[in-house]
């Protein structure tokens, strides 16, 4: 890109000038100094100047002092400087910080100030003449090439002022924009990109039919990190169906594996709706673990075949050479009723997969994890495979709560909705005692 000394200096004040159009929807704060002017930019929650109006006509307002206002929709605060090094080349700082949906009043005698409250600071954006464009931490330290993606946060005018300004004509901005789809490329490298189509054969380094561009950007995204894991011939299933999925995620090249096993698990899903969902996720999972391509096309009966095909391959490659061991979480406390029985030993587990035919047998890193334990109960005429979790409780005076994951008869079949309730009560029973022993145990 060309040098232009001028660049940031316009880039500052188009920022300015913008946001000084529409006083109703933002409100703008300006110090000047020899080498640094800055601008606070406060976008207004809708109905912010209604109730503002309203303090207006309060009686008696001396004897309020800081209101501390709540709104149903959100406000941000955006800094802007244009500052000077010592060469005297000038740059912008952007500071970008998180929604909030509180404001700051302060009402006195013959004054009246408010502001929106700062939230968390998101992106600090360092823009220099150069078009060199950088993103810092929070203590200025240390420095990476600014991405579309980091502008997730910012509001729609700011990122459309960034990225215009490094598009170079391209318009496929707009389509990010539009779509709210913020993926982890370089904003330098806004203008090698024209369509759909081609940014996702430069991304994937796969050839792509022309109908990807009617696709919306997350579904694509999502199909080109799953069709490394289905059967070759089946990909252009992938691109040619237009339903969408509900599937939303950030888009990143370190989590691509995990994108493609949730959009498959969905996509197959929704092909089979009467389908056991865990036998589904099962069979995902497992296929990918053994690097066996997974037939998006199977329907009810057949993912039912492959699941319990790949279930004794995955047990045996889960329990290689490792022992059981729960380790110190709340989970080892929980003591249930005698027709309860935790499974302790990997022997157990395989034990209790073949009985009942599922896939508990490969649990045994789960467990070792402390993210589960498994019980088996004869309960209402049913042989139950039970796994229960725990996460932290959003309760008051209360740490951890437990819940019953799974609770499968043979084949993953649901159990009777009494038999579960009851599971569910024994669970809750007991889980303060497990949490109290288990406080004890790690003071």
Known sequence: MNNDSFFCEDLYYSLCEFFEKDPTKYRIKTWDSIKDTLTVVEILPKGFYDVINNLNGLQHKEYL???????????????????????????????????????????????????????????????????????????????????????????????????????????????????????????????????????????????????????????????????????????????????????????????KKDIAAKYLKLYIRRKNMTANKDVISDYVDFSMTLKEPIDILAGKKKISEYHNMLTDRIIQKANHGKKLVIPETPLKYLTLPKEFHLLTTKKALMFEGKRNHNCVGAYVNIINNGKCVVYAADINGEHLTIDIRYKKSRKKNKTYDFYVNQCYTTYNKNCKQETLRYVKECVERSSDKAIEKYTVAIA
Request: charged share 25%.
């Open 65 to 255: 002092s800081t209101l501390k206002l709540g709104f149903n929709d959100k406000g941000q605060q955006i800094v802007i400087r244009l500052r000077e090094n010592k060469d005297g080349a000038k740059y912008v700082v952007l500071k970008v910080y998180s929604k909030t949906n509180y404001a700051d009043i302060y009402v006195g005698k013959e004054t009246e100030q408010w502001h929106i409250i700062q939230g968390s600071l998101k992106r600090n954006v360092l823009i220099y003449n150069s078009k060199d464009i950088y993103i810092a931490n929070s203590k200025g330290n240390s420095f990476y090439s600014a991405k579309v993606s980091d502008f997730k946060y910012a509001p729609i005018e700011i990122s459309q002022f960034i990225l215009s300004r490094y598009s170079e004509g391209s318009m496929i901005w707009k389509d990010f924009l539009s779509e709210s789809f913020f993926p982890p490329i370089m904003v330098n490298e806004l203008s090698q990109h024209h369509n759909k189509k081609e940014f996702f054969e430069k991304q994937f380094n796969v050839d792509l039919p022309n109908s990807v561009n009617k696709l919306p950007f997350l579904k694509t995204y999502a199909a080109c990190c799953a069709k490394d894991y289905i059967i070759p011939e089946q990909i252009p299933f992938l691109f040619y169906d237009t339903e969408e999925i509900d599937f939303d995620f950030l888009p990143n090249k370190r989590n």
